[in-house]
């Protein structure tokens, strides 16, 4: 496909970026770096529901806050889908956005902020009633 057009780089934009957040396939296993990396691959694919809720958390609850956050997420997962062509390179170049990634299917596993933890925590560390003895 041609991206060297507006019109092309936004008509394969959909196809890269499914390329660089899903790649490698578990039915594309041709080499044994491919093999071993397949693990990683299957857990990456359970935490998407998580990283999907955790940018939703995020917006909704601090949504200036994590605003550069996700651009920088956005944009970098933009310009990586469309620039590289090879399955390998996206592969290894996600690793450079993995840890915001992560971040996104942390807030969306755990399901609260850290002030909300905070709170959680100092219920769970309130004194106790005493007995009527």
């Known amino acids: 496909m041609d991206i ?6 936004l008509a394969f934009l959909p196809i ?3 390329y660089f957040v899903f790649a490698p396939f578990p039915w594309m296993l041709g080499s044994i770096r491919q093999i071993v990396a397949m693990p990683e691959m299957l857990y990456w694919y359970t935490l998407m529901p998580a990283m999907v809720r955790g940018g939703r958390i995020l917006l909704r609850k601090r949504g ?9 997420l956005i944009s970098l997962s933009v310009g990586y889908a469309i620039g590289q062509g090879n399955i390998g390179t996206m592969f290894r170049h996600r690793a450079q956005v993995l840890p915001i990634f992560l971040i996104l299917a942390a807030v969306g596993r755990h399901r609260f902020l850290p002030e909300e933890a905070t709170e959680v925590a100092a219920a769970g ?9």
Do not use: C, K
Request: hydrophobic share 35%.
């Open 64 to 72: 200036r806050e994590s605003l550069f956050l996700l651009l920088l």
């Open 16 to 18: 890269g970026l499914f």
């Open 125 to 133: 560390h309130a004194p106790r009633p005493r007995s009527g003895r």
């Open 4 to 9: 060297s057009t507006p019109t092309g780089a």
